[in-house]
T-cell receptor, first 114, second 110 residues
Framework: NAGVTQTPKFQVLKTGQSMTLQCAQD?????MSWYRQDPGMGLRLIHY???????DQGEVPNGYNVSRSTTEDFPLRLLSAAPSQTSVYFC?????????????FGPGTRLTVL | GNSVTQMEGPVTLSEEAFLTINCTYT??????LFWYVQYPGEGLQLLLK?????DKGSNKGFEATYRKETTSFHLEKGSVQVSDSAVYFC?????????FGAGTRLTVKP
């Protein structure tokens, strides 16, 4: 199993550009989520999905869109990039939303918005 | 809402020293508690977990006990190694999401 994969690893955007961060998992996990990691703030939840066709907002959803058309894929779209979105983005998955299940994380995407 | 507060770093220790990283939480209901570790340039990896009060999670010499009365889940290791240098995150999980602390950077010097 490849686990959770993310592309790209690094990205530089100009203010106002849009882009999609890709995330895929091959563990047949129902639950997938996106976090951003900023210095001194830990990880903050952007959006999550409890299954194909179902998504919901986390703590910091503004400026981001998600969709979940398949169990495997959970892309994150930046609609109009802003410097405040400079961060490291992690995709994660877990078997179900059950609170006992650990989350598995991808390697991250480092995004810089100029 | 749910939240996690953990000891601010950075923490610098000499090899073979005792490690404690404090973590307290606020939650409604009965969450599961986790410690994750992040090595440079990598994603987070599960270190240990506990799913109910008084449970002790342990792995690689690290351990933490789920204390409901003090709402704490402190991470301890008796003798740290240089290879333990990383950022450590405390987290809690309920049915909707997982909340993380700010992270504590540990550096272990030979």
């Amino acid at each position: 199993n490849a686990g959770v994969t993310q592309t790209p690893k690094f990205q530089v955007l100009k203010t106002g550009q849009s882009m999609t961060l890709q995330c895929a998992q091959d563990m047949n996990h129902e639950y997938m989520s996106w976090y951003r990691q900023d210095p001194g703030m830990g990880l903050r939840l952007i959006h999550y999905s409890v299954g194909a066709g179902i998504t919901d907002q986390g703590e910091v959803p503004n400026g981001y869109n998600v969709s979940r058309s398949t169990t495997e894929d959970f892309p994150l779209r930046l609609l109009s990039a802003a410097p405040s979105q400079t961060s490291v983005y992690f995709c994660a998955s877990r078997l179900t939303v059950d609170l006992y299940n650990e989350q598995f994380f991808g390697p991250g995407t480092r995004l810089t918005v100029l | 809402g749910n939240s996690v507060t953990q000891m601010e770093g950075p923490v610098t220790l000499s090899e073979e020293a005792f490690l404690t990283i404090n973590c307290t939480y606020t939650a409604t209901g009965y969450p599961s508690l986790f410690w994750y570790v992040q090595y440079p340039g990598e994603g987070l990896q599960l270190l240990l977990k506990a799913t109910k009060a008084d449970d002790k999670g342990s792995n690689k010499g690290f351990e933490a006990t789920y204390r409901k009365e003090t709402t704490s889940f402190h991470l301890e290791k008796g003798s740290v190694q240089v290879s333990d240098s990383a950022v450590y995150f405390c987290a809690l999980s309920d049915r909707s999401d997982m909340r993380f602390g700010a992270g504590t950077r540990l550096t272990v010097k030979p």
